[in-house]
């Protein structure tokens, strides 16, 4: 009887061994911190696929810059190499530029009316002009509302912002935007901007609380403001080749699993959000909240900003996104 039990031990470590030697395996790569919200639902996700496909098909993850930055990343899915990434939108501004239609500044006025936009016909038509480009758009996690944090000064009037140094994502209506209010904006990769602002390059940064946390920029920034400039979202695209000659059970399986882990990422945010606020304010940083009058006065010198965009990318996608924000 023991020895029947140990052949039948050795047998079920054989087939473990086969089946998972047998699996088909995908990487997908990211720049968020370990710790981050979206690199957490990124690791559920991948934990589903295993589970819907019986160890079939294995998602490696690779989150904080394992596998290089936000640009190389997009690089990678694109050529190939990696099967998919999940990163902040701007990073794929340049390749498809009809999403800056949705970075426009003060154009969402919460995180519901942002959401309900890109779950809409605006989702759709820039999923598409991603498909032209080579991407496969597997959902839209939350980066967040964007906040100003500077070393400088606190920024209680629009003449705060004149000349200040800071650092931006590789987007042109974000960098239009901070040029109309008078600040001097840099574009700048996420892993530079830490020693940038602890040598006195930059002045400050903008980011969501939860990044502004995970990166530890309260150690390096004083000032922290609720600008709420833009809202920014975390795209997650897989190569569109690879993805469509996946079997429809392994397709199913990827759908099913990200479709529950940003569900589950955007509820998380939301509560990480004011979360890492506190966590900041509590850590040392000013905390100054914008006033009407001067969102208003933002809000202003940043009207044209529509009007650039337009002329660059055509009117199409921008004309649906301020109809479905009035």
């Not at 968020?32 to 295993?50: L, P």
Request: charge should be positive.
């Amino acid at each position: 009887m023991k020895t029947l039990k140990k052949i039948g031990i050795i047998f079920s470590i054989i087939f473990f061994f086969s089946a998972n030697a047998n699996a088909e395996t995908l990487r997908i790569a990211g720049n968020f911190a370990t710790d981050h919200s979206s690199s957490v639902a990124m690791k559920k996700f991948s934990d589903e696929v295993s589970k819907l496909t019986n160890g079939k098909l294995k998602v490696d993850v690779f989150p904080a810059m394992q596998l290089g930055g936000a640009k190389e990343n997009v690089d990678q899915v694109r050529s190939g190499a990696v099967a998919m990434t999940w990163i902040g939108m701007a990073y794929l501004g340049r390749t498809v530029p009809e999403l800056e239609a949705v970075s426009l500044p003060f154009v969402f006025k919460d995180r519901n009316q942002a959401f309900k936009v890109i779950d809409g016909k605006v989702g759709s038509l820039l999923n598409k002009k991603l498909e032209s480009k080579g991407f496969a758009t597997l959902g839209y996690m939350e980066l967040g509302s964007r906040n100003v944090t500077n070393n400088k000064r606190p920024l209680k009037t629009l003449d705060d912002f004149k000349d200040l140094k800071i650092r931006l994502q590789p987007n042109e209506v974000h960098l239009s935007s901070f040029r109309a209010i008078g600040a001097n904006p840099v574009s700048m990769g996420i892993k530079e901007v830490y020693s940038a602002l602890q040598q006195g390059v930059l002045d400050g940064q903008e980011n969501p609380y939860s990044i502004i946390a995970t990166r530890k920029f309260n150690e390096v920034q004083k000032y922290l403001s609720d600008t709420g400039h833009f809202f920014d979202f975390i795209i997650v695209v897989a190569n569109k080749n690879k993805f469509e000659k996946l079997s429809p059970e392994y397709k199913k399986a990827i759908q099913t699993a990200m479709k529950n882990a940003v569900n589950w990422q955007r509820k998380q945010a939301a509560t990480e959000d004011e979360a890492s606020k506190a966590k900041l304010i509590k850590a040392g940083m000013k905390y100054d909240s914008i006033s009407p009058q001067v969102r208003a006065q933002l809000i202003d010198k940043t009207k044209n900003v529509v009007v650039e965009l337009k002329k660059r990318i055509g009117s199409d996608v921008v004309d649906v996104v301020l109809e479905a924000t009035k």
